[in-house]
């Protein structure tokens, strides 16, 4: 695969979950040969221009993906139409998946995700901000 055809992992993690995660996910693509690019939003923005396909990860708060993850999300809604669009959450009520797929992203993006899993999720307690602990 050129880096014309390649793949980025784009993912938000507040406590490292959903980054180890992405972590996997970009090994095993990379371990079978495919031009896969990690990008975590806490260190850059990656430039959509140069991917045709897109794996979007994030832990979900309170009903909606982690900020950081749904500003990205928010600020590139027509790039992203334009992409093959796979999407990863992480949480720990797993009833509610089909629930927060919707929640998380614009209607549009929904409708354009080709493939979507809930990877499950990691809730630390003691790492918790003592707001987030209400
Ligand atoms: C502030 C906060 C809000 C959360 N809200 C939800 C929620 O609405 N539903 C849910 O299933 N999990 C919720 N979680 C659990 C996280 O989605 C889960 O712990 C995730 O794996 C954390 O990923 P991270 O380690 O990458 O930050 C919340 C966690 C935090 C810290």
């Known amino acids: 695969m050129t880096a014309s055809k390649s793949i980025a992992i784009i993912c938000a993690s507040k406590y490292g979950f959903t980054l180890l995660c992405s972590l996997a996910i970009f090994k095993k693509l990379a ?3 495919v ?3 990690l990008n975590n939003l806490a260190e850059e923005t990656p430039d959509l221009n140069k991917y045709d396909t ?3 990860g994030g832990p979900i ?6 900020r950081p993850l749904n500003k990205f999300i928010q600020n590139n809604v027509e790039q992203l139409l334009t992409k093959q669009l796979a999407v990863f959450i992480t ?3 797993e009833e509610r998946v ?3 797929y919707k929640s998380a992203l614009p209607e549009a993006v929904y409708l354009n995700t ?3 899993t809930c990877l499950g999720g990691m809730l630390q307690f003691n790492k918790l901000h003592p707001i987030e602990k209400r």
């Open 98 to 100: 089909e629930d927060y």
């Open 31 to 33: 371990d079978v040969g």
């Open 114 to 116: 080709f493939y979507k």
């Open 61 to 66: 708060h309170n009903g909606k993906f982690f």
């Open 91 to 93: 949480c720990i009520d």
């Open 35 to 37: 031009y896969v690019s």
């Open 54 to 56: 897109v794996i979007l």
